[in-house]
């Protein structure tokens, strides 16, 4: 069955760097655009970024755009979020989904991975 | 603010019904299709509805949606104490490029 395994979170100091994994198995990871959703503590979910299975578009939040950027290797059947200038509202649980189709809907996510930008 | 406008909560008795509206413009709701997620605590979000009003698989029937013009809803039938849940609408924005979440719903069963 379909498996996504998010990684790389951590604790990160104000305008520091962190790039997040999203190991995928169980489907062809090649042939579906993914994402990347946040979820800052107490909060809603925000979506962040999403990269087309190709690798050659890529979307991004305002919140995020110029800073974040997502990759995916798909060799590897993972996908990745290269995370630069953290700020304190970057806190969060990042979870990575799988989009089914192309109308836009998950029914595949992570577990999540927590970011925690603090000095 | 959410691009998409969700109640903050809404409540019912066991084996009533709730709806949850989810409020948006022409670029996002009215020309995409939306969906909906169950976020029971501490768990990653489940999906409940797909392309305004399709079911996974394993998704009982007591749960349904609909869109009209800018709104889609998200109705829960025959609730349970295990419905306690945030509730997400999310639909893509043709005019912004962007991925967007309604804000949240809180069903609450009393």
């Known amino acids: 069955q379909v498996q996504l395994v998010e990684s790389g979170g951590g604790v990160v100091q104000p305008g520091g760097s962190l790039r997040l994994s999203c190991a995928a198995s169980?489907?062809?990871?090649?042939?579906?655009?993914m994402h990347w959703v946040r979820q800052a503590p107490g909060k809603g979910l925000e979506w962040v970024t999403f990269?087309?299975?190709?690798?050659?578009?890529?979307y991004y939040a305002d919140s995020v755009k110029g800073r974040f950027t997502i990759s995916r290797d798909n060799s590897k059947n993972t996908l990745y979020l290269q995370m630069n200038s953290l700020r304190a509202e970057d806190t969060a649980l990042y979870y990575c989904?799988?989009?089914?189709?192309?109308?836009?809907?998950?029914?595949?996510w992570g577990q999540g991975t927590l970011v925690t930008v603090s000095s | 603010q959410s691009v998409l406008t969700q109640p903050p909560s809404v409540s019912a008795a066991p084996g009533q019904k709730v709806t949850i509206s989810c409020s948006g413009s022409?670029?996002?709701?009215?020309?995409?299709?939306v969906s909906w997620y169950q976020q029971l605590p501490g768990t990653a979000p489940k999906l409940l509805i797909y392309?305004?009003?399709k079911r996974p698989s394993g998704i009982p029937d007591r749960f349904s949606g609909s869109k009209s013009g800018t709104s889609a809803t998200l109705g829960i039938t025959g609730l349970q104490t295990g419905d306690e849940a945030d509730y997400y609408c999310?639909?893509?924005?043709?005019?912004?490029?962007?991925?967007?979440f309604g804000g949240g719903t809180k069903v609450t069963v009393l």
């Open positions: 989904a799988k989009e089914e189709g192309n109308s836009g809907y998950y029914p595949d």
């Open positions: 169980g489907f062809t990871f090649s042939s579906y655009n």
């Open positions: 990269i087309r299975y190709h690798g050659n578009s890529k």
């Open positions: 022409y670029s996002n709701i009215g020309n995409n299709y």
């Open positions: 392309e305004n009003n």
């Open positions: 999310r639909t893509w924005d043709t005019s912004l490029s962007v991925g967007v």
